[in-house]
């Protein structure tokens, strides 16, 4: 009942249309009750009449007159309910989808780790919709149908107490029936839900990495993967709703059975002359309105089953806190000049691992520092860390002096430009995603930043040039025009420090050169950090770090630590040092028949 209770403290944000709609049940419950005694008094009048001979047609008229009345407050009164309703569910819908989503975007890098994309999507969506169906069946209507058993209840007895019990003795084993079915029918629920997240996963997966299963003819085997998923939730449903289908049923049952009883010994109570033919017609139309609340049950604590059990997915997730949290008395980083420290840092990704290991490492402005190592060395997590995409386990970075748990994130992640290595591009204009991290950039701004980016003359080339759509994730551009596209969005936020994540992996080495003689001139100034698997694009850097087993192995200039001999040196003859021989080669060609 947590959950429902969260639930409950969500719609209650918009409370005047839960009034509103409250206030709209109870006129046409107040309404709807009524129609049966007038309806019982036409059948009275109209027995008088036949009984004596004599036709009162005012008297008719006057009780029709007054049960349309009451029908069509009824129906008005029904109407503002269920509008109300419906508006109330569509703004709970509407806070819970934006709670999530605000709440994921606030997460750190780890929350995404653990957290399948396909996983969340499906709580965005099919869990806030069972919450929205609640809010409409369960919140607004479970008090209507209660009232109205309740009321039609109390005037059952009042009527006839004997009838009366008859009627209500089916009740206990009703509502028994229904707890026990509510209880099993929200596990069912939280099973369905969860395979539904499976198999959203599933197909994410599936459509994102449609080219690699394309490429390795894998589409019977994600054919048959997908198949179990969605088996597995029909089945469930299924299971889910022959539960709720029998819950149905066996209300209905009693009621019928209700029923046939009433007419045995109602028939009987008129035969000897201790009810008139309206007061039993009057019962069985209450025992008619009876029935209504009893069948809804049904839906009802299908209902409640799947909101909280939708609730509880949905609250695992908001429950959560990011690891990374901003200081309350966070203030802004003006730009820095940035100077960048590692004093001390010591990190791991789960608090097992320890991944750096007392790094200490300094970055001045206008310098260059490359991080090479093998996979899995940690040259990732050092420039992961600089923007607080993960916290130190240990130790601090400063900018400026300044430690960066001490200011505010978004001031602190808009004085870094991050090129990756694996480009997002939205689907929509080039000029856009250039200006992603600079929406009021003008168009001179985009084009200066496309231009160091070697992209200007190919984008001018586009029919639609700037304005030109890209697909989804950029799958109309190649992977080199994806990486410069990636520069291009780092060059216009114009930051003080930039990092830049193997960013000129995809591109030839004609652009390489061009694009490295263009970032030239963009570091001038600036802190730069640069992470690359080869020589050719580091050797030039002012401090060349190499990192193995989370620690600093060797740091130096390249002639340094080609003089030192180590780690650095064996990278060396393996990639820089075959080339300078070919070039050499080239170079000074030997004669055809020369010694």
Same mark, same amino acid.
């Given at each position: 009942m947590r959950e429902i209770a969260r639930i409950i403290g969500v719609a209650l944000h918009h409370k005047w249309r839960l009034i509103g709609a409250y206030?709209? %049940?109870?006129?046409?419950?107040?309404?709807? +009750? =009524?129609?049966?005694?007038?309806?019982? /008094?036409?059948? *009275?009048?109209?027995?008088?009449?036949?009984?004596?001979?004599?036709?009162?047609?005012?008297?008719?008229?006057?009780?029709?007159?007054?049960? !349309?009345? &009451?029908?069509?407050?009824?129906?008005? &009164? #029904?109407?503002?309910?269920?509008? =109300?309703?419906?508006? !109330?569910?569509?703004?709970?819908?509407?806070? !819970?989808?934006? %709670?999530?989503? *605000?709440?994921?975007?606030?997460? #750190?890098?780890?929350?995404?780790?653990?957290?399948?994309?396909? $996983?969340? %999507? #499906?709580?965005?969506?099919? *869990? +806030?919709?069972?919450?929205?169906?609640?809010?409409?069946?369960?919140?607004?209507?479970?008090?209507?149908?209660?009232?109205?058993?309740? $009321?039609?209840?109390?005037? &059952? @007895?009042?009527?006839?107490?004997?009838?009366?019990?008859?009627?209500? #003795?089916?009740?206990? +084993?009703? %509502?028994?029936?229904? $707890?026990?079915?509510?209880?099993?029918?929200?596990?069912?629920?939280?099973?369905?839900?969860?395979?539904?997240?499976?198999?959203?996963?599933? =197909?994410? /997966?599936? @459509?994102?990495?449609?080219?690699?299963?394309?490429?390795?003819? $894998? /589409?019977?085997h994600e054919e048959a993967k997908f198949e179990r998923r969605n088996q597995e939730v029909a089945t469930h449903f299924i299971e889910a709703e022959r539960m709720r289908a029998s819950s149905t049923a066996f209300m209905l049952f009693t009621y019928l059975l209700a029923v046939g009883l009433i007419l045995f010994f109602g028939g009987r109570r008129v035969i000897d002359g201790h009810m008139t033919p309206g007061e039993l017609a009057e019962f069985i139309f209450y025992l008619q309105i009876l029935q209504m609340p009893v069948r809804m049950a049904g839906w009802l604590v299908n209902s409640y089953a799947r909101a909280a059990s939708a609730g509880q997915r949905l609250f695992e997730i908001l429950d959560i806190e990011s690891p990374v949290q901003e200081e309350a008395n966070a203030r802004e980083l003006k730009r820095p000049r940035g100077h960048v420290r590692f004093e001390n840092v010591t990190f791991s990704y789960d608090d097992t691992r320890r991944v750096l290991r007392n790094m200490n490492l300094e970055g001045k402005p206008g310098q260059v520092i490359a991080l090479l190592g093998a996979p899995g060395s940690g040259k990732s997590s050092v420039v992961n860390l600089i923007p607080r995409f993960y916290d130190v386990s240990g130790g601090r970075i400063t900018i400026d002096g300044s430690d960066i748990r001490n200011v505010s994130l978004k001031s602190l992640r808009q004085n870094i430009g991050i090129v990756q290595q694996d480009v997002y591009l939205f689907t929509t204009s080039i000029r856009e995603n250039i200006a992603y991290g600079n929406v009021d950039a003008s168009d001179e701004m985009i084009e200066r930043a496309a231009k160091i980016a070697q992209m200007h003359e190919f984008i001018r080339s586009l029919p639609d040039g700037y304005d030109t759509h890209v697909g989804e994730r950029g799958s109309t551009l190649s992977g080199g025009q994806r990486q410069r596209m990636s520069i291009a969005r780092a060059v216009l936020l114009d930051p003080p420090i930039l990092i830049l994540d193997d960013s000129t992996s995809s591109v030839d080495a004609r652009t390489e050169e061009l694009i490295r003689r263009a970032m030239e001139a963009v570091m001038q100034g600036r802190t730069t950090f640069v992470i690359a698997h080869r020589l050719s694009t580091v050797h030039r850097a002012d401090s060349i770090i190499v990192m193995k087993d989370g620690q600093i192995a060797e740091q130096g200039t390249h002639q340094e630590l080609l003089e030192f001999g180590g780690l650095y040196r064996e990278i060396y003859d393996l990639q820089l040092r075959p080339q300078e021989e070919v070039m050499r080669e080239i170079e000074s060609p030997v004669p055809v028949g020369g010694r």
């Open positions: 206030i709209s %049940m109870v006129g046409a419950l107040i309404a709807f +009750v =009524l129609i049966p005694q007038y309806l019982g /008094e036409a059948v *009275d009048q109209i027995t008088d009449m036949l009984e004596d001979g004599v036709y009162d047609q005012n008297a008719i008229l006057t009780v029709v007159g007054i049960i !349309l009345a &009451l029908s069509v407050i009824r129906g008005v &009164l #029904s109407y503002f309910q269920t509008y =109300l309703g419906e508006a !109330l569910s569509q703004l709970v819908s509407f806070d !819970l989808r934006n %709670m999530l989503y *605000d709440h994921v975007q606030h997460m #750190s890098f780890g929350f995404h780790d653990r957290h399948h994309t396909g $996983a969340i %999507m #499906s709580r965005a969506i099919t *869990d +806030v919709e069972n919450i929205r169906m609640f809010i409409n069946m369960g919140l607004v209507r479970t008090p209507y149908f209660l009232a109205l058993f309740v $009321a039609v209840a109390v005037i &059952l @007895f009042i009527q006839d107490w004997r009838l009366g019990l008859i009627s209500a #003795s089916f009740m206990p +084993v009703v %509502m028994i029936y229904s $707890a026990v079915i509510r209880l099993k029918m929200r596990n069912i629920w939280l099973i369905v839900q969860e395979k539904m997240a499976e198999m959203s996963t599933v =197909l994410q /997966e599936n @459509f994102t990495g449609i080219r690699v299963v394309k490429a390795f003819a $894998a /589409e019977p």
